[in-house]
């Protein structure tokens, strides 16, 4: 339905003006830096949530309430997050004819992964772990961390909540969804890192030579931590490699 993806959107966009608000970028932002903006709110937020899981206030309302507030902070930044974030959906002007069918090249094992994303969870792990934990928090409203009578109950579990964020108003698709989502910024970074060394035909080519392995299709295909981790590293490595270029501290900082 459509709670599912409205809770991945607007979740998604709170993180992206969080990162804004704490990671400024000029007056034009490029997308490395709206990428990066994504992943250090996406980050912030993780700690955040770690943090509410250990109190019975895990609600739907809750959550609305807080995602609401770095959008409430600066309208006018929140309105050019959401300019950018609407440009994402107007029709794509490419130099060549080929690069078009390169790039629905890329896209279809991409699509393939939402299909299957679609699908109700069947992976024991996901079963055991990444899924049950947010559909714990939900029923529970709160984490217990008994390692008593769960091992790994106070291991990492970054990506974990941030299911549980989707997953609260949203269900069971909206967390698979999210998932999903990671992956496509993993996808966009790849991207957008390769069109400084290449013409738009070989950068898409490289991400659907990214998106078609077989690990790939196994961390979207079920709920794992993987691919926000992949997320997360890859943003750090171009994070580095942007400290490196503008010798700007705040590059290192993220």
């Known amino acids: 339905g459509p ?6 959107l607007f979740f998604l966009f709170s993180c992206l003006v969080t990162g804004a608000l704490l990671l400024p970028s000029g007056e034009k ?14 980050g912030v937020w993780m700690g955040i949530l770690w943090i509410a899981v250990h109190f019975r206030v895990n609600y739907v309302a809750t959550y609305l309430v807080a995602f609401s507030v770095p959008l409430a902070l600066r309208p006018r930044l929140t309105l050019s997050c959401l300019a950018d974030a609407v440009r994402l959906f107007r029709p794509l002007k490419l130099p060549r004819r080929i690069d078009y069918w390169v790039m629905a090249l890329a896209a279809f094992p991409l699509i393939c992964h939402f299909l299957v994303t679609a699908k109700p969870e069947m992976g024991a792990d996901a079963l055991a772990v990444h899924l049950m ?17 769960f091992t790994w109950a106070v291991t990492p579990l970054g990506a974990d909540w941030c299911f549980t964020a989707v997953l609260l108003p949203g269900g069971e698709f909206a967390a698979r969804l999210l ?10 970074l790849v991207y957008v890192v390769s ?23 196994l961390e979207t295909g079920s709920l794992f931590a993987e691919n926000l981790w992949a997320a997360l590293l ?18 290192l900082y993220v």
């Open 3 to 8: 709670m599912s993806v409205a809770a991945v």
């Open 29 to 42: 932002p490029d997308p490395v830096s709206r990428l990066l903006q994504l992943l250090l709110g996406v």
């Open 133 to 149: 934990v947010p559909s714990w928090v939900a029923y529970q409203h709160y984490w217990p961390f008994d390692f008593h009578h």
């Open 179 to 188: 998932n999903f989502a990671f992956l496509a910024v993993i996808a966009s």
């Open 195 to 217: 069109r400084r060394y290449l013409s738009c035909g070989p950068a898409f080519l490289l991400v659907g030579l990214f998106v078609s392995t077989p690990l790939v299709q």
């Open 234 to 251: 890859l943003g750090a490595v171009v994070a580095l490699g942007r400290f490196h270029a503008t010798t700007k501290p705040r590059w």
